[in-house]
């Protein structure tokens, strides 16, 4: 049938061949002959069976690791995550985080505006999984400025869970089901844990965590759900209907840059996303439930949706929150711009910008006089510092 994968169907195959010549009881010998049928129909259905079953779980390789990451959000990206969040934290890093998981927590709106390159959408995507993998949130929609934005996160997110060992070794209840499907989407709908499916969910615009209860009760991410869309595509009414027969609707809502370059330049689709973020977004948990939001928001142009948004005055709900590149500027503006004229002139001349380096090394205390900038780890390995970069 359409959910028989290869690996069935070879071991169905090997067990006709090896009981192809099987001696069979005379037809005539009626209840031999049932009998004998019976035996073989059983045995066609446990190899079957057995090549949907994904078996025992493995063990969790440090419970104490895991509970830790529970409600530490922090701790959770830098423990799960380390090639992602490589560079050490900067101040405004650590406050975004601190406001992400009271928002998945505790519920509420955080809308945040940081300088491309500062990890805010990883952040963001990191959160989804954090809030499903320990039960905070069982159902996230996944929004952007349109589906097929939305649908690139979600394929960040499958990576994770497909790949990551450490998630793996923590998180056993959600990525052994996972890997099992060995990228054949198909697999799912048959999948079995113990004799029972599993219902998970794996296509292009939806995940649905596996359902399993290793102990008897079903794990804390059982058929968790995150859902894409874009922001001017079909979001109102979005619900799932669990296994068990309860209908949920998204608790907790990921906005990824709701605006492009060309709606940020027209008041009229600036205005059209507000409305759908004030209306159908936030009614999306359903009558008389209060939902969680992130948003991350690049302003394009003054008075834009994003520059709206982050407006306390305008919109409080949201808790906007700025952050930038850099807070102060160096004060020695004559070397800086004695500094620009060689960089450019040695882009021009196809020798990148090592001479503006040596430059800048040469004068770096008083080119960096007065700067105050934002994250101190932050440059490329062909500059000498962040206020440099």
């Known amino acids: 049938d359409g959910d028989t994968s290869r690996v069935d169907l070879f071991r169905y195959v090997a067990w006709l061949v090896t009981t192809r010549h099987e001696p069979k009881p005379d037809p005539t010998e009626a209840e031999d002959y049932e009998a004998y049928r019976d035996r073989k129909a059983r045995e066609a259905?446990?190899?079957?069976?057995?090549?949907?079953?994904?078996?025992?779980?493995?063990?969790?390789?440090?419970?104490?690791?895991?509970?830790?990451a529970r409600n530490d959000f922090r701790?959770?990206?830098?423990?799960?995550?380390?090639?992602?969040?490589?560079?050490r934290w900067s101040a405004d890093h650590l406050k975004v985080i601190t406001k992400i998981e009271q928002a998945v927590l505790d519920g509420g709106l955080f809308a945040m505006a940081m300088p491309r390159g500062s990890g805010k959408t990883s952040l963001c995507e990191i959160a989804c999984l954090w809030a499903m993998l320990?039960?905070?949130?069982?159902?996230?929609?996944?929004?952007?400025?349109?589906?097929?934005?939305?649908?690139?996160?979600?394929?960040?997110?499958?990576?994770?869970?497909e790949n990551s060992?450490?998630?793996?070794?923590?998180?056993?209840?959600?990525?052994?089901?996972?890997?099992?499907?060995e990228?054949?989407?198909?697999?799912?709908?048959?999948?079995?844990?113990?004799?029972?499916?599993?219902?998970?969910?794996?296509?292009?615009?939806?995940?649905?965590?596996?359902?399993?209860?290793?102990?008897?009760?079903?794990?804390?991410?059982?058929?968790?759900?995150?859902?894409?869309?874009?922001?001017?595509?079909?979001?109102?009414?979005?619900?799932?209907?669990?296994?068990?027969?309860?209908?949920?609707?998204?608790?907790?809502?990921?906005?990824?840059?709701?605006?492009?370059?060309?709606?940020?330049r027209s008041?009229?689709?600036?205005?059209?996303?507000?409305?759908?973020?004030?209306?159908?977004?936030?009614?999306?948990?359903?009558?008389?439930?209060?939902?969680?939001?992130?948003?991350?928001?690049?302003v394009v142009r003054a008075d834009d949706m994003a520059d709206r948004i982050l407006d306390r005055e305008k919109h409080p709900q949201w808790q906007g929150e700025r952050t930038r590149m850099v807070y102060a500027f160096p004060t020695d503006e004559a070397l800086w711009s004695r500094?620009?004229?060689?960089?450019?002139?040695g882009l021009r001349a196809d020798r990148g910008i090592a001479d503006a380096t040596r430059f800048y090394r040469t004068h770096r205390d008083a080119m960096d006089t007065g700067a105050r900038i934002a994250w101190p780890e932050r440059y490329n390995h062909d500059e000498a510092s962040a206020i440099q970069h």
């Open 75 to 87: 701790f959770f990206c830098e423990t799960y995550f380390p090639q992602t969040f490589h560079l």
């Open 45 to 68: 259905r446990a190899i079957s069976l057995s090549g949907r079953d994904i078996g025992e779980l493995p063990e969790v390789e440090d419970a104490a690791r895991k509970d830790r």
């Open 339 to 345: 500094y620009a004229e060689i960089r450019a002139d």
């Open 165 to 181: 060992d450490l998630l793996a070794g923590d998180f056993p209840e959600v990525c052994h089901p996972i890997r099992s499907l």
């Open 183 to 264: 990228g054949i989407t198909q697999r799912a709908a048959g999948q079995l844990y113990r004799g029972k499916q599993t219902h998970i969910g794996w296509t292009a615009k939806e995940i649905v965590l596996p359902t399993i209860a290793p102990d008897g009760q079903p794990s804390a991410a059982s058929g968790a759900i995150i859902r894409v869309a874009g922001i001017t595509g079909r979001i109102r009414g979005m619900k799932f209907k669990r296994a068990d027969g309860q209908s949920v609707r998204p608790s907790l809502v990921l906005i990824d840059d709701p605006q492009t370059d060309e709606s940020a």
């Open 267 to 298: 008041p009229s689709q600036c205005a059209t996303r507000e409305r759908i973020l004030a209306g159908a977004i936030l009614g999306l948990s359903g009558p008389g439930k209060k939902i969680a939001g992130l948003m991350t928001l690049t």
């Open 134 to 161: 320990f039960g905070h949130r069982g159902f996230v929609a996944l929004i952007g400025s349109d589906e097929e934005h939305a649908a690139d996160m979600l394929d960040s997110i499958k990576a994770e869970l």
